[in-house]
C-alpha cells in the first residue's frame, strides 16, 4: 500500500517548469564536467528527520501527520516506517540514505533485546535495498539519547556507560556493513562538558580517542572497509564539545593517530555555530586532506541552535559545490540532508518539497560552479593575487632557501616591501554575482 498515492515519482522538467513537485535543476543523468550530477552530488537522505520528526520542540508536543505511524516503539511499525521511507526515496530518486541504529529501530528490556530488534529492522532495509537499488551512504550509533549516556558516551565519567556504547558501535558497525555502507560517522552527541571544575579533560580525550582506535580497528577485523567520518560541532548538547569545528577535530585526529582513517563529516548549520561558514570549514578540512562528506541544511542567523533547515540559498550551495570540486568532488561521501521541515510544515507533502527544494538548490549550485570552474576567471584572479610568491624572494621562501637571517638582510637592504595590491574584495563578488545570474 502506498504511503503517499497521490504523488508520483518526481521528475525532471527543467528550469521553466511551474510545477512545483518537478526537478527545475536536478537532472541525475546529465553530465556536468563528464560526471552524472548524481555521482558529483550523491544525495542522501535522513531516516532520523525524514521518518521520525514528528514536530515535538521544548514547548510544544507533536504536530506531524505521518498517516503509516502508528506511533508505536513496535518492531512491525519499524518495519514498516522503512517501506515508507523506500517510497519515499524512489519517488524522489535518491541514490543514498543515512540512519542511526535507535532512529530505525526501538531498544528493547535488554542490550540483547535491543540487538534483535535492530536485526529485524534492518532485514528490512536489506530487502528494500536489493528491491530499489538505494544504498546506504553512511550509518551511525545514537550515543547520545538514552540517559545512560547523560555524562557522554566514550568520555563518560562512568566506565560501564563507555563501555555500552562500544558494544553498541560494535553492532552498528556489522549492520553498516551487512547493508553494504560507504561509510561510518562518529557525531559526538554528548561527548564534552559543562563545567571545568568537575572534569578531567585530558581523561575524556584520551578515552574519545581509544574509542574511536577500537571502532577502526574492529573495522579492520571484520573487513569494513568504508570510510570513517568525524562530524564537528561547537555546542549543543554540551557547552565545550571535543569536535567543535574541522580544526578541533582534525588536531584530535592527529595527536591521537586516526588521521589516515578517519574524515571530516561537515554539516552546515554545525559551521555556523562555531562562528565559521560552511566554505571555511570545507575550504579547511579540503586543504588538510580530511573533506569527506557533507551534512546538508542551513541554520537561522538570527537563532543560536541548530535548527536544521533544508538548504535553498544558491550562493550558498554554489560556494560550497565550488569548494568540493576544487578538492576532486566526493570520493566515498555526498550531501546527506540532515534537515528537517518546519514544525508548522505538518503534511507528508512537505516533505516532498523540503527535499525537492534543497536537491535542486545543490544541482544549480553544481552548475554554476561548474561554470565558474570553465571559465578560469575568479581562479585566475586568487591566483594573481599571489604572484609576488611566484618568483624572486617568494619563490625562494616557498622552495625553502630563505630563513631569518637571510630575509633580515634582504629587508634591510631592500628597506620597504612591494607596494601591496587591492584584495578587490567587491569586485569579487560581483564577478560571482555575474555568474550567478547570466
Ligand atoms: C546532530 C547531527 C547528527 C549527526 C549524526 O546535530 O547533526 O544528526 O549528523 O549523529
Ligand atoms: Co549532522
Known amino acids: 500500500m502506498s504511503a503517499f498515492p497521490e504523488i508520483s515519482k518526481i521528475k525532471y522538467e527543467g528550469p521553466d517548469?511551474?510545477?512545483?513537485?518537478?526537478?527545475?535543476?536536478?537532472?541525475?543523468?546529465?553530465?556536468?564536467?563528464?560526471?552524472?550530477?548524481?555521482?558529483?552530488?550523491?544525495?542522501?537522505?535522513?531516516?532520523?528527520?525524514?521518518?521520525?520528526?514528528?514536530?515535538?520542540?521544548?514547548?510544544?508536543?507533536?504536530?506531524?501527520?505521518?498517516?503509516?505511524?502508528?506511533?508505536?516503539?513496535?518492531?512491525?511499525?519499524?518495519?514498516?516506517?522503512?517501506?515508507?521511507?523506500?517510497?519515499?526515496?524512489?519517488?524522489?530518486?535518491?541514490?543514498?540514505?543515512?540512519?542511526?541504529?535507535?532512529?530505525?529501530?526501538?531498544?528493547?528490556?535488554?542490550?540483547?533485546?535491543?540487538?534483535?530488534?535492530?536485526?529485524?529492522?534492518?532485514?528490512?532495509?536489506?530487502?528494500?535495498?536489493?528491491?530499489?537499488?538505494?544504498?546506504?551512504?553512511?550509518?551511525?550509533?545514537?550515543?547520545?539519547?538514552?540517559?545512560?549516556?547523560?555524562?557522554?558516551?566514550?568520555?563518560?565519567?562512568?566506565?560501564?556507560?563507555?563501555?555500552y556504547a562500544a558494544a553498541q558501535v560494535k553492532k552498528a558497525l556489522?549492520?553498516?556493513?551487512?547493508?553494504?555502507?560507504?561509510?561510518?560517522?562518529?557525531?559526538?552527541?554528548?561527548?564534552?562538558?559543562?563545567?571545568?571544575?568537575?572534569?578531567?579533560?585530558?581523561?575524556?580525550?584520551?578515552?574519545?580517542?581509544?574509542?574511536?582506535?577500537?571502532?577502526?580497528?574492529?573495522?579492520?577485523?571484520?573487513?569494513?572497509?568504508?570510510?570513517?567520518?568525524?562530524?564537528?560541532?561547537?555546542?549543543?548538547?554540551?557547552?565545550?564539545?571535543?569536535?567543535?569545528?574541522?580544526?578541533?577535530?582534525?588536531?584530535?585526529?592527529?595527536?591521537?593517530?586516526?588521521?589516515?582513517?578517519?574524515?571530516?563529516?561537515?554539516?552546515?548549520?554545525?559551521?555556523?555555530?562555531?562562528?565559521?561558514?560552511?566554505?571555511?570549514?570545507?575550504d579547511y578540512a579540503g586543504s588538510q586532506g580530511f573533506l569527506g562528506s557533507v551534512d546538508a541544511n542551513a541554520g537561522d542567523m538570527l537563532l543560536g541552535w541548530d535548527t536544521d533547515q533544508f538548504p535553498t540559498d544558491v550562493y550558498m550551495t554554489t560556494k560550497m559545490m565550488y569548494i568540493i570540486m576544487k578538492y576532486g568532488g566526493f570520493k566515498t561521501g555526498g550531501l546527506n540532508f540532515d534537515a528537517k521541515v518546519r514544525r508548522e510544515s505538518f503534511e507528508p507533502i512537505d516533505l516532498f518539497y523540503a527535499h525537492i527544494g534543497g536537491m535542486d538548490a545543490f544541482a544549480k549550485g553544481l552548475k554554476i560552479a561548474a561554470k565558474l570552474r570553465a571559465s578560469g576567471e575568479l581562479k585566475e584572479m586568487t591566483t594573481n593575487r599571489y604572484a609576488s610568491w611566484n618568483s624572486g624572494i617568494g619563490a625562494r621562501i616557498e622552495a625553502g632557501k630563505e630563513d631569518f637571517k637571510s630575509l633580515f638582510d634582504y629587508i634591510t637592504e631592500k628597506g620597504e616591501i612591494e607596494a601591496n595590491i587591492s584584495g578587490r574584495q567587491e569586485l569579487f563578488e560581483n564577478v560571482l554575482n555575474r555568474y550567478m545570474f547570466d
Open 17 to 163: 517548469s511551474k510545477n512545483n513537485l518537478a526537478f527545475r535543476h536536478y537532472n541525475e543523468n546529465e553530465l556536468v564536467e563528464g560526471k552524472s550530477m548524481r555521482e558529483h552530488l550523491n544525495f542522501a537522505c535522513a531516516f532520523w528527520h525524514t521518518m521520525r520528526m514528528n514536530g515535538t520542540d521544548p514547548f510544544g508536543s507533536a504536530t506531524m501527520y505521518r498517516p503509516w505511524d502508528d506511533g508505536s516503539d513496535s518492531v512491525e511499525n519499524a518495519q514498516n516506517r522503512v517501506r515508507v521511507f523506500f517510497e519515499f526515496l524512489e519517488k524522489m530518486s535518491f541514490p543514498f540514505y543515512c540512519f542511526h541504529d535507535r532512529d530505525i529501530a526501538p531498544e528493547g528490556a535488554t542490550f540483547k533485546e535491543t540487538c534483535a530488534n535492530l536485526d529485524a529492522v534492518v532485514k528490512v532495509f536489506k530487502e528494500e535495498q536489493d528491491r530499489t537499488g538505494i544504498n546506504l551512504l553512511w550509518g551511525t550509533a545514537n550515543l547520545f539519547g538514552n540517559p545512560r549516556f547523560m555524562h557522554g558516551a566514550a568520555t563518560s565519567s562512568n566506565a560501564d556507560a563507555f563501555a
Open 174 to 282: 556489522e549492520v553498516t556493513m551487512e547493508l553494504g555502507g560507504r561509510g561510518y560517522t562518529f557525531w559526538g552527541g554528548r561527548e564534552g562538558y559543562q563545567s571545568f571544575l568537575n572534569t578531567d579533560m585530558k581523561r575524556e580525550l584520551d578515552h574519545l580517542a581509544a574509542f574511536m582506535h577500537m571502532a577502526v580497528d574492529y573495522a579492520k577485523e571484520i573487513g569494513f572497509k568504508g570510510q570513517f567520518y568525524f562530524e564537528p560541532k561547537p555546542k549543543e548538547p554540551t557547552k565545550h564539545q571535543y569536535d567543535f569545528d574541522c580544526a578541533a577535530c582534525i588536531n584530535f585526529l592527529r595527536t591521537y593517530g586516526l588521521a589516515d582513517d578517519v574524515k571530516m563529516n561537515i554539516e552546515t548549520n554545525h559551521a555556523t555555530l562555531a562562528g565559521h561558514t560552511v566554505e571555511h570549514e570545507l
